[in-house]
């Protein structure tokens, strides 16, 4: 939730930092204003793709699931330990 | 094949898709996704499970196959985790999920990424731990 400020006859809205960081709001970046029928939709303009709420609700989902087994996967199964050859002489 | 609700993989979200799950697994962010590589992936798997009138699982199978076994042409780094996790993930958006006993899911994704089996294995194999969610 943020709270609207009248600043020289603007209003002002502070966004929270960690949503403006999901949405790669920083100063200087234009901003699309869209009023619809539900609300004013807020949309950074020239910045990398951000991380849809959609798509990291289901990395969260998978992760719950496999997350610790997910790091072993790039990793070569064990191999058991390979006895050297006795050396000559040796028992 | 696609639905009303079907959701398939967006390249453009891989790429923040893909920073999240390195963060995760506790690795560094230099690293890569072949954006134009994967686009050519999703399509080709795409029109190969349309033209057999493939369902979610069969799409899945021939993504796996296409993307798990890719090395780190696709992700540049931990290759099999990313394109695991990015394919369970898109399961988990189409309503779906892939339950396998965590002492068998290191085993079988190795395998299907050593390319040690066949599509029509991991299709029969896979279907059967295939369950609704949501």
Request: glycine residues 8%; contains cysteine; aromatic residues 8%.
């Amino acid at each position: 939730m943020a709270t609207a400020h009248k600043v020289d006859g603007t209003i002002i809205i502070a966004i929270p930092a960690d949503v403006a960081d999901r949405f790669h709001l920083d100063e200087g970046v234009e901003v699309e204003i869209d009023p619809t029928e539900e609300g004013i939709f807020l949309r950074p303009v020239g910045v990398a793709p951000w991380f849809s709420v959609e798509w990291e609700r289901a990395l969260n989902a998978v992760w719950e699931q496999y997350g610790e087994l997910l790091a072993k996967l790039d990793t070569p199964p064990e191999e058991p330990p390979v006895e050297p050859p006795a050396a000559e002489g040796q028992a | 094949m696609a639905n009303g609700g079907f959701v398939y993989i967006d390249p453009e979200q891989t790429v923040p898709f893909y920073s999240a799950l390195l963060e995760r697994l506790g690795e560094t962010p230099d690293a890569t996704v072949n954006a134009g590589r994967l686009s050519s992936h999703l399509d080709r798997c795409m029109q190969m499970a349309q033209g057999e009138r493939g369902d979610l699982v069969r799409l899945f199978s021939h993504l796996a196959l296409q993307l798990m076994r890719d090395k780190e042409r696709t992700f540049s780094k931990r290759p099999v985790a990313a394109a695991t996790a990015l394919l369970l993930a898109w399961l988990y958006r189409n309503g779906t999920a892939l339950v396998l006993e965590p002492d068998e899911f290191v085993g079988v994704m190795q395998t299907i990424a050593s390319g040690g089996v066949y599509l029509e294995d991991v299709d029969g194999y896979l279907r059967q731990y295939m369950r609704q969610v949501g």
